[in-house]
């Protein structure tokens, strides 16, 4: 019984040293370049030091800022915004959708119920049933024009990150990096 308990201890032993090695061994770099931040592989084509390509890439990214009137850290998709806009519009769009549908239910079911005798209450019967189908319906609606402005604003967002990207690699290809 000893002995199992000391090849136990043993085992966890060293695999606990052998997990903190691998650990060891996967760390990242503590910094990232401006333009890898970017998603930029910048290759000094002129044997640039990586001081001065540090240098360069702030210049290029200051001059990009410049340039083109865009600040990349300022860039962000606000989700809830953009969704309140689309609310806003589903809104307009849809206004007096349960009632609309309430009166073509009502006069839906006023008809069935003419026939089948009873036309007060086929018409009350229609007019719940068509209200809870406008409300669905806008609801429905709310929720698409949603989607497509945050959907817009995410675009947007893109359209100006890619134009910065353009700029600053102009300024680093000019300054003798290969960019892509």
């Avoid at 000094?44 to 009137?69: F, I, L, V």
Wanted: charged fraction near 20%.
């Amino acid at each position: 019984m000893t002995k199992i308990c000391y090849a136990t201890l043993l085992l966890l032993l060293v695999s606990g040293l052998d997990v903190t090695l691998a650990g060891a061994q996967t760390a990242a770099p503590a910094s990232t370049s401006l333009s890898g931040k970017l998603g930029l592989v910048v290759f000094p084509a002129k044997d640039q030091t990586k001081e001065q390509q540090a240098a360069d890439e702030k210049a290029c990214y200051d001059w990009s800022k410049e340039q083109t009137g865009i600040d990349p850290a300022a860039v962000t998709v606000n989700a809830d915004s953009a969704a309140a806009a689309g609310q806003a519009a589903a809104d307009t769009a849809t206004q007096g959708a349960g009632v609309k549908g309430a009166a073509r239910g009502a006069a839906g079911g006023a008809v069935v119920g003419g026939i089948a005798g009873d036309a007060g209450t086929g018409a009350a019967i229609g007019a719940v049933a068509g209200a809870a189908k406008g409300r669905k319906a806008k609801k429905q609606a709310s929720q698409q024009a949603q989607q497509q402005s945050v959907a817009g604003a995410e675009g947007e967002a893109a359209g100006k990150i890619d134009a910065f990207k353009k700029g600053m690699s102009a300024c680093l290809e000019g300054k003798g990096y290969s960019v892509k």
